[in-house]
């Protein structure tokens, strides 16, 4: 199994090269989105936080990602923190995968560097309560209990299970699906520090060993847009990478340029009509990781 040092992601998974591993993608990956569902009212949006909304200027355009700090929240605050900083801006999408990530995050924009806080330990699982606002998708994918918190995909143990644990809470753990925020690490499972890579479609064998932080809400065609590296380089781009111009959270930037994000509230009828229809477009081949919320910019 090939690995890289120091921040970046295992490049070879289950033992295969980095173009083999693109051609893994389902076609859930890269469908198009189910149409929203029509008569949405007030109460089928929610408004996302500036604190967990990260902006992310890049040369190809804006990417913007709402951090979940109830599944990560060591790595939420992570990303904040060096985003807040300006640690981020003008460094490099140095390793992007077609299908598969686009990385960054990295001074050195070779995979090998970090920022100089302490590493981050794993963050791959989480104990849910009650009071995480987890909402079920049922018969989408596996055995296994599926659904959203927020804008991320999770699996996980049955609320009744709660009854039988000493915290009254359940083991569950994200999942890797197209669109969601992860952070890079070395072949150390508690490695992670400043590189994270942006989804481009699902990859199942990234589940329980990286951990997801957030979900691109607006500006997935922008990631796809980044420029890719070769194959034979394991997707390194050493000639003219995209380059992040900026990222801040959006409670750190001032308030007249500061973006307002609305995205689609799980708990409003209007998830449900979007279940239903993403399920009858996906027939028997559909996961949590169809689910594609409707989200824009308000302002």
Excluded at 97 to 106: N, R
Excluded at 155 to 167: E, K
Excluded at 267 to 278: N, W
């Amino acid at each position: 199994m090939k690995m890289r040092v120091r921040g970046a992601i295992v490049a070879v998974v289950m033992a295969m090269g980095s173009a083999a591993l693109a051609q893994t993608v389902p076609p859930s990956a890269t469908q198009t989105p189910a149409p929203v569902p029509s008569g949405l009212t007030a109460a089928d949006w929610r408004t996302v936080a500036p604190e967990n909304l990260l902006v992310i200027d890049t040369s190809k355009g804006r990417i913007l990602v709402e951090l979940e700090p109830r599944v990560a929240p060591n790595h939420v605050v992570r990303i904040r923190t060096l985003a807040d900083q300006g640690f981020y801006d003008g460094l490099k999408f140095h390793r992007v995968i077609g299908g598969f990530m686009a990385q960054t995050g990295d001074p050195l924009g070779t995979g090998l560097g970090s920022s100089d806080l302490p590493d981050i330990g794993l963050e791959a699982a989480f104990r849910r309560g009650r009071d995480t606002a987890f909402v079920p998708v049922p018969n989408s994918g596996g055995t296994a209990l599926r659904g959203l918190v927020g804008a991320v995909p999770v699996t996980t143990q049955p609320d009744a299970q709660m009854m039988v644990t000493a915290d009254m809470k359940v083991e569950a753990q994200t999942l890797f699906c197209a669109g969601v925020a992860g952070m890079a690490r070395s072949s150390d499972p508690n490695s992670a520090n400043s590189q994270f890579f942006l989804m481009m479609g699902e990859n199942a064998a990234l589940n329980g060993g990286y951990t997801v932080f957030g979900s691109i809400l607006v500006g997935r065609e922008v990631v796809q847009s980044l420029k890719q590296g070769p194959d034979a380089a394991d997707g390194a781009v050493t000639q003219d990478p995209d380059i992040i111009v900026q990222a801040r959270t959006a409670a750190a930037m001032p308030e007249d340029a500061r973006p307002v994000v609305r995205v689609m509230d799980t708990r409003g009828p209007g998830f449900i009509a979007l279940v239903e229809s993403t399920r009858a477009a996906r027939g028997n081949r559909f996961t949590v990781c169809d689910i594609r919320l409707p989200a824009e910019v308000v302002n």
